[in-house]
């Protein structure tokens, strides 16, 4: 259950960011507070992660979900580029997140 509640916090992370986005420098007021909302619910979604696993792995899956996240919304929504080094890049974040996942798994 520690891995749904790291992967839940790690959406919620990108909704954030994007959240940010819309909110221009939070000075607008529904995408401010759904900046606000997402964030308390991503780092709710963390520590009840960090319940069961360890602090490190945790860290790394949960901020790499948010970065993938939030890189491919942007390319996808807001026209980011999706050059092939961009996108190379976000493969490699994933193989990190994974990789760390697997050399940790057994540790706490």
Same mark, same amino acid.
């Given at each position: 259950?520690?891995?749904? /509640?790291? +992967?839940?916090? =790690?959406?919620?992370? !990108?909704?954030? @960011?994007?959240?940010?986005?819309?909110?221009? #420098?939070?000075?607008?007021?529904?995408?401010?507070?759904?900046?606000?909302?997402?964030?308390?619910?991503?780092? @709710?979604?963390?520590?009840?992660?960090?319940?069961?696993?360890?602090? #490190? !792995?945790?860290?790394? @899956?949960? !901020? *790499? +979900?948010? @970065?993938? =996240?939030?890189?491919?919304? *942007?390319? +996808?929504? /807001?026209?980011?580029?999706?050059?092939?080094?961009?996108?190379?890049?976000?493969?490699? +974040?994933?193989? #990190?997140?994974? =990789?760390?996942?697997?050399? *940790?798994?057994?540790?706490?």
């Amino acid at each position: 259950m520690a891995w749904v /509640f790291v +992967i839940l916090g =790690g959406f919620f992370e !990108t909704a954030f @960011a994007v959240s940010l986005k819309y909110s221009e #420098g939070l000075r607008r007021l529904w995408p401010t507070v759904s900046f606000v909302v997402c964030a308390v619910i991503s780092f @709710a979604f963390l520590t009840a992660g960090l319940r069961d696993l360890p602090v #490190g !792995t945790a860290y790394a @899956a949960w !901020t *790499g +979900i948010g @970065a993938v =996240g939030t890189a491919l919304v *942007g390319m +996808i929504w /807001f026209g980011d580029p999706a050059e092939f080094v961009r996108v190379a890049s976000v493969l490699l +974040i994933v193989a #990190g997140v994974v =990789g760390l996942n697997l050399a *940790g798994s057994s540790a706490h």
